[in-house]
C-alpha cells in the first residue's frame, strides 16, 4: 500500500514560480508510473504531467516549456516545478501512482492518490 501526501501549493501572482511535492509512505520503486493532475473549480480532472521508470515523461499540451516532473527514488518523492504561471492554473492539485503501464491521461489506471494541494494564481 502506497499513501501519497503532496504539499507545497499556494497563492502566487501570474508569472511566479511554485514547486509541489509528492512524498510516498511505501516505496515508489513498485511504481511504474507517477503522475500529477489537476482539477479546476467546475471542470473535470485533467493529467497534467507523468513520469514512468524509465524516466520518460509526457506533459500536456498546455503546461509544456513551463513545468517540470521529477521523480527522485531516494527521497521517495515525486516534483512537479510550475514555472510562468497563469491564471487557468488554478486548481486543486493531485499525485497518483500506479503499479502498472497503462495511459495516465485516463486517470482510473492510476492505483494511488493523494488529497491534493491548492494552487490559486492570481492575475
Known amino acids: 500500500q502506497v499513501q501519497l501526501v503532496e504539499s507545497g501549493g499556494g497563492l502566487v501572482q501570474a508569472g511566479g514560480s511554485l514547486r509541489l511535492s509528492c512524498s510516498a509512505s511505501?516505496?515508489?520503486?513498485?511504481?511504474?508510473?507517477m503522475g500529477w493532475y489537476r482539477q479546476a473549480p467546475g471542470k473535470q480532472r485533467e493529467l497534467v504531467a507523468s513520469?514512468?521508470?524509465?524516466?520518460?515523461?509526457n506533459y500536456a499540451d498546455f503546461v509544456k516549456g513551463r513545468f517540470t516532473i521529477v521523480r527522485l527514488f531516494a527521497k521517495n518523492t515525486v516534483y512537479l516545478q510550475m514555472t510562468n504561471l497563469k491564471p487557468e492554473d488554478t486548481g486543486a492539485y493531485y499525485c497518483?501512482?500506479?503499479?502498472?503501464?497503462?495511459?495516465?491521461?485516463?486517470?482510473?489506471?492510476?492505483?494511488?492518490w493523494g488529497k491534493g494541494t491548492l494552487v490559486t494564481v492570481s492575475s
Open positions: 497518483a501512482s500506479s503499479d502498472g503501464m497503462g495511459e495516465p491521461t485516463h486517470d482510473y489506471n492510476m492505483n494511488y
Open positions: 511505501g516505496t515508489l520503486i513498485g511504481a511504474k508510473t
Open positions: 513520469i514512468r521508470n524509465s524516466d520518460t515523461t
